[in-house]
């Protein structure tokens, strides 16, 4: 099932529930778009209907250990080739019976779980558990379900018995899991369960096709434009608590000062009116009812987080406001490096976390825009007299297919950016149309498989004309597809109830092609220079995702290229090349990655204290032994870093920065838990966050970040020994130490 795991505070809803809609004419609008508007004109038919079937048993049991194989049996063979027939009909009640019989098996196993838990485990058995069952068979019968249970739950007790900083004993720890597994089930109301099989049928097409309810569309507005009108507080569930869990900078609440991180909500009230309790309500519903327009005012009651009393109350009125989510935007950096050969360097380096826009104020002037974000970061880079830039787009997931085709307008004179090809076989050219460069200096352009979409298209654009050397992972994450959102209400019956507030469904409706020819669609962006990277996995990327579309090809477009790297790259590829091989840090990541794939492939843990222990000494020491090492080399090279975003860009002074302080996808932070690359790529998985206990953490280099220093770095000496580079004049701005 889908599950929020974390919520802004912000944007109202307009409009009434879903709940209050006729779901079963939703449920038929939805079928009827995703057979005749879909990229693959897919009817839906007894085919599908198995693959509907299997797509929502996977969300509701995705370890398989809730439902048996004679659960499965029974609900295929009375569901399995007939819920194309019911959702045509408007019939969600075989939806509905599925959902119940999960629920049941759901209320009996935390019964049973919570029971295991109070056993005593001597934790001396040669047992193993498996990590991941989402492949495994469904479990035979209860009493192998049973068993089953009985390992994971002893994992559990295990894993709190060696954990070092626990709050409470294992076995509370554990049955307070099973309870709020319990009250998430319990929250699933009849439009969330219809919400989660829509979402599952429209899945089944390709996976990023999705159907959204009124408030899941209201957030992806949000992330989208980056702002909201709202109080400025992200929120996540926790014991049935909405706990804060940042504050977000210069929003309401942070101007307020009352509200803290790790206070938790008990009680909402608009305005003068009566609070309401909103312990163990979803988190989600929670979120709606602090939002609200700007002007207006919420109070909420909290219990603070210092507070030595748990029963102690605070109430905290703040008033809505716009909040701008500036942490998610772009920012840069002027990075000073000292070369080999003693001379200075100055260069840029530009984050792009997404490609963002305001899509419902597109063309207006003060509109959000990553393009307009970007070309006010590079004025002040230019100013300062940058020789060379980075652009940063590993973890940059995609966004607005207008702003890449815009972004990538800033590198290049003119000229087609991107094709697209509908279901009926037409090709589209998307240009660029402005003649006008933003920067023309050499440009890196970094990437991993966590970098989709729009991401690729900029990429891949930028590649095609020569413009920009491609380092990073062997390939992006291979999204090559193109969604649009659809408004469900305008397509059902006019006397519909509720039909303004039927939710949308976003819908692939074409396919992106490089300008030369090639889809970007499973294949992504390949690198010209690959470095070891944690995330250069099989594992992630379109082709793991279920119900992928193919790879194709399309002609290719004219383009007047603006230069042939090749013979760059390849000097580029062998200088690097030299340093990977001796960069202790990449050697790191090697290993890691190896006993990465070692784990996956057993895809067990041990149930033996001992050997666990062992594990962890063993853990402990490399990380140890890592952190003495990092201390003797210090930094790579010497570098003085000054930070530049959309609030300071036109100061006239920039404050200096430590260059190896944790940024969003640059630097982890190792802690006791946490086992560099290794424990990161689960952390990210399983969207944890690392500790943020200064004392108990260490910085751990980001090497592909230096490395891509070092590339751009090499790029403008070869330039400029070839005299190809034009000379940048120094920046007149003064910038502040």
Do not use: C
């Amino acid at each position: 099932m889908k599950r929020i795991l974390a919520a802004v505070v912000g944007l109202s809803l307009v409009g009434s529930a879903l709940a209050e809609t006729d779901l079963d004419k939703v449920a038929v609008s939805v079928a009827r778009l995703l057979e005749q508007a879909h990229y693959s004109r897919q009817k839906l038919d007894d085919a599908v209907s198995q693959r509907v079937f299997d797509q929502y048993l996977k969300d509701l049991d995705p370890n398989r250990l809730f439902f048996t194989q004679g659960d499965v049996d029974q609900l295929r063979a009375k569901y399995g080739n007939t819920l194309d027939d019911s959702i045509l009909a408007g019939d969600l009640e075989p939806a509905r019976q599925i959902f119940a019989l999960y629920k049941e098996r759901v209320v009996a196993r935390v019964a049973s779980n919570k029971a295991l838990a109070d056993q005593k485990f001597t934790f001396t058995s040669k047992d193993v558990v498996a990590l991941d069952r989402k492949d495994a068979p469904w479990p035979k019968n209860e009493a192998e379900a049973d068993e089953l249970w009985k390992k994971r739950v002893e994992a559990e007790l295990l894993q709190e018995t060696l954990n070092k900083h626990a709050a409470d004993t294992p076995a509370k720890t554990v049955k307070r899991r099973q309870d709020q597994l319990l009250r998430n089930l319990n929250e699933m109301d009849d439009e969330s369960v219809v919400s989660g099989f829509l979402d599952a049928l429209a899945r089944t097409y390709d996976p990023h096709s999705q159907y959204m309810s009124p408030s899941e569309l209201a957030n992806f507005d949000i992330e989208m434009k980056k702002s909201l009108d709202g109080v400025g507080a992200v929120l996540q569930s926790e014991d049935g608590y909405a706990k804060v869990k940042e504050v977000v900078p210069g929003g309401p609440a942070d101007m307020d000062g009352r509200l803290k991180v790790n206070d938790r909500i008990s009680a909402v009230a608009q305005g003068d009116g009566p609070f309401e309790d909103v312990v163990d309500m979803k988190l989600d519903k929670v979120v709606q009812k602090i939002r609200g327009p700007r002007g207006t005012v919420v109070r909420l009651q909290v219990i603070p987080a210092n507070a030595a009393d748990p029963s102690k109350r605070a109430i905290v009125a703040i008033k809505r406001d716009e909040v701008q989510l500036n942490e998610q935007k772009a920012s840069a950096e002027i990075l000073d490096l000292t070369r080999p050969n003693g001379r200075p360097l100055r260069l840029g380096w530009i984050e792009l976390p997404s490609f963002y826009a305001d899509l419902n104020r597109s063309g207006e002037a003060d509109a959000v825009s990553t393009t307009k974000d970007v070309s006010i970061l590079l004025e002040r880079l230019k100013k300062e007299g940058i020789q060379g830039l980075v652009i940063d787009l590993r973890r940059d997931g995609g966004g607005s297919l207008e702003e890449a085709i815009n972004l990538t307008g800033l590198f290049i004179p003119k000229g087609p950016v991107v094709q697209a090809k509908d279901s009926n076989g037409k090709v589209s050219v998307s240009y660029d149309r402005n003649p006008k460069v933003a920067y023309d200096g050499p440009v890196v352009v970094l990437t991993n498989r966590l970098s989709a979409s729009a991401s690729e298209i900029f990429a891949a654009a930028l590649q095609d004309y020569g413009r920009a050397v491609i380092v990073g992972d062997e390939r992006s994450f291979g999204k090559g597809t193109v969604q649009t959102m659809l408004d469900i209400g305008r397509f059902m019956p006019f006397f519909s109830l509720g039909a303004s507030d039927a939710g949308a469904l976003k819908l692939t409706i074409n396919k992106f092609y490089r300008v030369l020819g090639g889809s970007t669609q499973l294949e992504g962006v390949k690198s010209d220079i690959v470095l070891p990277s944690i995330t250069d996995s099989p594992e992630i990327g379109e082709s793991a995702l279920p119900n992928p579309l193919p790879y194709d090809e399309v002609a290719p477009e004219r383009i007047d290229r603006l230069g042939n790297l090749n013979p760059v790259i390849e000097q580029l590829r062998a200088l690097s090349s030299a340093r990977v091989q001796s960069e202790p840090e990449f050697r790191y990541i090697t290993d890691d990655l190896n006993r990465i794939e070692k784990r996956y492939k057993e895809n067990v843990v041990s149930l033996n204290l001992a050997e666990r222990k062992r594990e962890l000494d063993e853990d402990t020491a490399r990380r140890e032994e890592r952190k003495k090492l990092r201390a003797s080399r210090g930094l790579p090279f010497e570098v003085v870093a000054y930070e530049v975003t959309l609030e300071n860009a036109g100061k006239p002074e920039l404050e200096k920065v430590a260059f190896d302080r944790k940024k969003k996808g640059s630097v982890m932070e190792e802690s006791d838990e946490e086992t560099d690359a290794e424990t990161k790529a689960d952390a990210d998985a399983k969207g944890k966050e690392g500790s943020k206990d200064a004392d108990k953490t260490a910085v751990v280099p980001d090497a592909i970040r230096n490395e891509a220093l070092h590339i751009i770095a090499d790029n403008v000496d070869i330039l400029k020994a070839g005299k190809t580079a034009s000379a940048v004049a120094p920046g007149s701005a003064k910038v502040t130490p």
